[in-house]
């Protein structure tokens, strides 16, 4: 069955390094997702991204934030400066398409990054 | 803000049907109800969604009241597996690129 993948699992940074974080959707999606949840709060919606460009993004996606679509597979979002308050969980997301009614948000595992 | 109220946790033996509410009294009637699930700081997992009608699938069911204002996640026989927290999520159908708004969740225990 395919999966959302992503890379690392664990992120370790100092404040003030940038950090890339790394996702490949599944094949077929075109529209993908970058989420967060810091330890013991809620998931929080960051941006989504649909046929190269930003769709929808949240008050927490400051200029600190961007995403890319480097190649045809993978994902990715760059935090420029880390702070500490950006350690966290980071969640990507696939759907497929917007046709019909629903359309199902496939979840990656996380990559857990933590700011010293 | 999430737009659904769910209990904080609930307990429920294994082997039982585990049953979850939600209310949700403000929704539209362009909104669907969607369930989630999140099993220990894994990536959240789609369970099933409706509009008004009941649904069933091989996860579980949905059962939705006749005036949309709440409704109940049904697992019919629980296992330790679910023992997880789980989110109800209403939204406009279909959605495109929206985010989805997750609240707190109920966090379900399944006793062996």
């Known amino acids: 069955e395919p999966e959302v993948t992503q890379t690392p699992s664990h992120q370790v940074t100092q404040m003030g390094q940038e950090v890339i974080l790394r996702c490949v959707p599944i094949?077929?999606?075109?529209?993908f997702y970058w989420y967060r949840q810091i330890l013991g709060q809620k998931v929080e919606f960051l941006v989504s991204?649909?046929?190269?460009?930003?769709?929808?993004k949240s008050e927490i996606f400051d200029d600190q934030f961007s995403v890319e679509r480097p190649d045809g597979s993978n994902f990715t979002l760059k935090i420029r400066s880390t702070k500490l308050e950006d350690s966290a969980m980071y969640f990507c997301a696939s759907s497929r398409t917007s046709g019909g009614v629903f359309n199902e948000q496939f979840f990656g595992p996380g990559t857990r990054l933590t700011v010293l | 803000d999430a737009k659904t109220t769910q209990p904080p946790s609930m307990d429920c033996a294994e082997g039982r049907a585990a049953n979850l509410p939600c209310n949700h009294s403000t929704i539209s009637g362009n909104e669907y109800v969607y369930w989630y699930r999140q099993i220990h700081s894994q990536g959240p997992q789609y369970i099933i969604h409706?509009?008004?009608n009941n649904e069933t699938n091989e996860m579980a069911s949905l059962i939705i009241t006749e005036d949309r204002k709440s409704s109940t996640l049904i697992l019919p026989h629980a296992t330790l597996r679910d023992t997880a927290v789980y989110y109800c999520i209403v939204r406009v159908g279909g959605g495109g690129a929206d985010g989805l708004t997750f609240g707190k969740g109920t966090h379900l225990i399944i006793q062996p």
């Open positions: 409706g509009l008004k």
């Open positions: 991204f649909y046929n190269n460009e930003i769709s929808e």
């Open positions: 094949s077929n999606h075109l529209y």
